[in-house]
């Protein structure tokens, strides 16, 4: 037991710093573009630069890190293309999955989306944002996975930590928790009436409306 145990143990301390890198930035403890000292971050952590390091190699694959030859590793700073494209991508897949979600919607799906959207409204009315965009996104995933396409919740999971960016920059412009239910409860409207010309056009007006807020706000800023 021991032998195994000590195999998988620096792999979860890389996933550990990975995590805590990620909650930081999500809370914007560090700004985009800002530079990681791996050295202060290992001082921080109580941990060698090793796991530091691979940990920055692991955000760098999932996109809120880029390294610099010979200068480390920076907060990934999204510009207004980037943002537009990460936002065009996720209407794609939500767009197909709300489709084909309502030719299934039952009661249990309602159920289940309904829990979601209670469990979100709760986070956005308390003082946690990263709860709050972790319920967001899974209200969002939840509807992907009940469409039933395995494929397309994988190409999702793909760009969830990406999402969390942008959901983050949503929640510090304009979204408050009034407005966070009743852009939910639209979409559970309209998975109601199934018919998924309706929800094509609520998914791209709940997505399409956050898009246009957030790559404006983005190429207005210095």
Do not use: W
């Not at 209200?139 to 983050?168: K, P, T, V, W, Y």
Request: hydrophobic share 45%; proline share 4%; charged share 30%.
């Amino acid at each position: 037991m021991s032998g195994p145990s000590r195999l998988i143990q620096p792999r979860n301390l890389v996933e550990q710093v990975a995590d805590y890198l990620t909650q930081a930035i999500i809370d914007q403890e560090y700004a985009p573009g800002e530079r990681l000292s791996e050295v202060q971050l290992a001082r921080d952590l109580g941990v060698s630069r090793a796991p530091v390091r691979e940990a920055a190699r692991l955000l760098e694959s999932r996109g809120l890190l880029v390294s610099l030859p010979r200068k480390g590793f920076f907060v990934r700073a999204l510009d207004a293309d980037e943002l537009g494209d990460v936002f065009d991508l996720r209407l794609c897949l939500e767009r197909h999955a709300i489709e084909r979600l309502a030719l299934r919607y039952d009661a249990e799906a309602e159920a289940a989306l309904t829990r979601q959207v209670e469990r979100l409204c709760e986070a956005a009315a308390g003082e946690s944002e990263s709860r709050r965009i972790e319920e967001d996104l899974a209200f969002h995933r939840l509807m992907i996975a009940l469409a039933g396409n395995r494929r397309l919740l994988q190409s999702f999971d793909g760009l969830a930590h990406e999402l969390r960016l942008c959901i983050a920059l949503i929640a510090k412009t304009h979204e408050d928790p009034d407005s966070i239910s009743t852009s939910h409860h639209l979409l559970l409207e309209a998975l109601a009436s199934r018919d998924p010309l309706r929800c094509r056009a609520a998914i791209d007006y709940h997505i399409g409306v956050a898009r246009d807020f957030v790559v404006e706000a983005i190429a207005k800023s210095p």
